[in-house]
């Protein structure tokens, strides 16, 4: 040995990072099964053949999974941090009417952790696998001394496509229209940071059990999309019901209209405990409410599209008077 430092020993494993690759290749493969990527050996970036399109338009997404990360890494639920960071940004290209074509994700941490990795990389393929979006590649980043060891920067990013003329307009929204919103599977990835500080603050207000319960993935809505297309009703705006509640999510697709909603009890027992120490008005402009996803569509149109979607429910209608009015039957 001539003494001298190696990149190993400064906290970077390129060789076992390069043998992780050869370790997802069969996730990584899962998701090239629906769509291929061009000319894609040997290449430094991915590329996708838009020819089947005749006036594609390119749609693109970027998010994280939040502070629900810091739970998940502590329950080592690796898995359902990748299905969770796919869905953040899938969910958000289908509101387009577009299709989920590539997905990359970026890791960083402190040192290489095969099984965290791998556990990440399988959620993301059964995600993506699900919706036909392939993962195109990614960076795993070791940053000893900058990340810290119990911390992972975790960010998705999906670019999909579009038929010019198949593309979502909410400049179509007009009085009298009728919002369908569809289920959640929990509070999905928003809201942590204040479902962390009520935990933080009453230790006893949910068991293990009900708090495994709300870790439940952020769903992926492409089956409400495909239903509703079969149908031929084009709806004329989509909303994926992140952080902000649904207020803030469907006010941004109005011009000088607004919205009451009248949703259905969210029958969900860890979230009802919860809600015990928050705001009662605030809850609405935090969580989901148990509705993720919402279609609007004329109102000669909701029964076509309550037949086909998985679960789909009038919540409202659209109005002139501007903002965006919750109500919760039956709390």
Same mark, same amino acid.
Request: aromatic share 6%; with cysteine.
């Given at each position: @040995? ?9 906290? $970077? ?7 992780? $690759?050869?370790? *997802? ?39 994280? /999974? ?76 070791? @940053? ?35 919002? $369908? ?42 089956? $409400?999309?495909?239903? *509703? ?33 009248? *949703? ?31 279609? *609007? ?16 429910? /009038?919540?409202?209608?659209? /109005? ?12």
């Amino acid at each position: @040995m001539s003494g001298k430092l190696t990149y190993k020993e400064s906290g $970077v494993d390129t060789r076992e990072a390069a043998a992780l $690759v050869g370790d *997802i290749g069969t996730h990584v493969r899962r998701t090239q099964q629906q769509r291929k990527l061009y000319g894609a050996f040997g290449l430094f970036a991915a590329a996708f053949d838009l020819s089947e399109y005749e006036k594609p338009v390119i749609v693109t997404g970027c998010d994280g /999974v939040g502070t629900k990360l810091d739970i998940l890494l502590q329950k080592e639920e690796y898995g359902i941090a990748g299905k969770d960071l796919v869905a953040m940004s899938v969910n958000d290209i289908i509101t387009t009417g577009g299709d989920p074509l590539m997905f990359l994700d970026y890791v960083g941490i402190a040192a290489l952790d095969k099984r965290m990795i791998t556990e990440l990389i399988a959620g993301m393929c059964d995600y993506l696998e699900d919706c036909g979006c392939i993962l195109a590649g990614g960076e795993t980043a070791e @940053m000893p001394g900058i990340v810290p060891e119990d911390v992972v920067e975790l960010a998705g990013f999906c670019i999909g496509a579009c038929e010019k003329e198949n593309l979502i307009d909410p400049t179509q929204l007009q009085e009298g229209d009728v919002l $369908v919103g569809y289920p959640s599977d929990g509070p999905h990835a928003n809201g942590w940071s204040l479902i962390r500080r009520v935990i933080a603050e009453h230790p006893d207000a949910l068991s293990e059990e009900e708090l495994q319960s709300l870790l439940a993935p952020t769903r992926l809505y492409h089956d $409400v999309v495909a239903d *509703i297309r079969k149908t031929g009703v084009t709806p004329k705006a989509y909303a994926h019901i992140t952080g902000g509640g649904l207020p803030e999510n469907i006010e941004r697709l109005f011009q000088g209209l607004g919205a009451d909603l009248e *949703i259905p009890f969210w029958d969900n027992k860890p979230m009802r405990k919860l809600f015990e120490f928050v705001d009662a008005e605030d809850k609405f402009h935090t969580f989901n409410m148990g509705i993720g996803w919402v279609a *609007i569509v004329s109102a000669d149109e909701a029964d076509a599209i309550l037949a086909a979607g998985p679960g789909g429910a /009038v919540i409202g209608k659209v /109005v002139s008077q501007e903002g965006v009015r919750v109500i919760e039957k039956g709390a």
